[in-house]
C-alpha cells in the first residue's frame, strides 16, 4: 500500500481509551490516530476527510488543555441529520476518533465505557449555523467548531477536469493530473493550515 507522502506529515491525535486498556488493546490504553487512518475508513482522501480530521483535533485542542483527551467520554452533536450531504461522512470520522457513537455503538461493560448515543444528528433543519458541537461527560466543558475549506480554493484548473469525471469521460492524463491537484489541496489543509482560523471556527462554551 502506498499513500501519499504528506500523510506522514499530517498532524496526529492521541488520545487514551479506557476500554483498551481494560481489554488489554493498547499500553495504558494509549492510542494514535493519523490521518491514513481516517483516509482507510473513509476509503479516500479529500477536503472534508480532512476538515473532519482537523476539527476533531481542534476540538480536543480546546477540551484537554495540557491534558490527554480520553476516548469515549466525549459526546458529539451534528448540526444536521446524518443523510444531508457529508455529515455522515464527517461523524464517521469523529466517531473513529473520539468513539462517540450513534445507535449502534458499543453498549459498555455494565454501567462503564458506553459509547452508544454519545453521537447525535440534528432533526430537521441547520443548527448552530453549522458548527459541530464537542462536550466532555465528566466536565461538561462543550465547544462548537466549524470547518470551512473555501480559505484552500481547488486549483482554478480543475473545473474542466471535474466535468470531464462527473461524465466519466477524463483522458488517463486527465484523471493523473485531476488527482494530483486533488491531493495537493489537501495537503496544503493539513500541513499549511492545520491551525488556520480561516478554516477552522471555534466558540467556547461554558460548562454547565
Not at 496526529?12 to 494509549?30: K, N, Y
Request: proline residues 5%; negative net charge; charged residues 25%.
Amino acid at each position: 500500500m502506498s499513500f501519499p507522502d504528506f500523510f506522514d506529515q499530517a498532524p496526529v491525535i492521541q488520545l487514551r481509551d479506557p476500554l483498551a486498556e481494560l481489554l488489554g488493546s493498547a499500553t495504558d490504553g494509549v492510542m494514535d490516530y493519523c490521518y491514513a487512518d481516517v483516509v482507510r475508513l473513509a476509503g479516500h482522501s479529500c477536503p472534508t476527510v480532512a476538515g473532519a480530521f482537523l476539527t476533531t483535533r481542534a476540538a480536543l485542542q480546546v477540551l484537554y488543555a495540557g491534558e490527554m483527551p480520553e476516548r469515549g467520554a466525549i459526546k458529539v452533536h451534528m448540526p444536521e441529520p446524518e443523510s444531508v450531504g457529508t455529515t455522515g461522512v464527517v461523524a464517521q470520522v469523529i466517531t473513529l476518533v473520539t468513539g462517540a457513537a450513534a445507535k449502534g455503538g458499543f453498549k459498555g461493560i455494565g454501567v462503564r465505557l458506553t459509547r452508544r448515543d454519545l453521537m447525535s444528528f440534528a432533526q430537521a433543519e441547520m443548527e448552530n449555523d453549522g458548527l459541530i458541537r464537542f462536550e466532555r461527560t465528566d466536565s461538561g466543558a462543550a465547544v462548537l467548531v466549524k470547518f470551512d475549506g473555501h480559505a484552500v480554493p481547488a486549483d482554478h484548473s480543475q473545473k474542466e477536469r471535474m466535468q470531464a469525471v462527473m461524465h466519466h469521460s477524463e483522458t488517463p492524463e486527465q484523471q493523473k493530473e485531476f488527482a494530483h491537484l486533488w491531493q495537493e489541496r489537501v495537503r496544503k489543509i493539513l500541513i499549511e493550515h492545520a491551525d488556520d482560523p480561516a478554516l477552522l471556527t471555534l466558540v467556547r462554551l461554558d460548562s454547565h
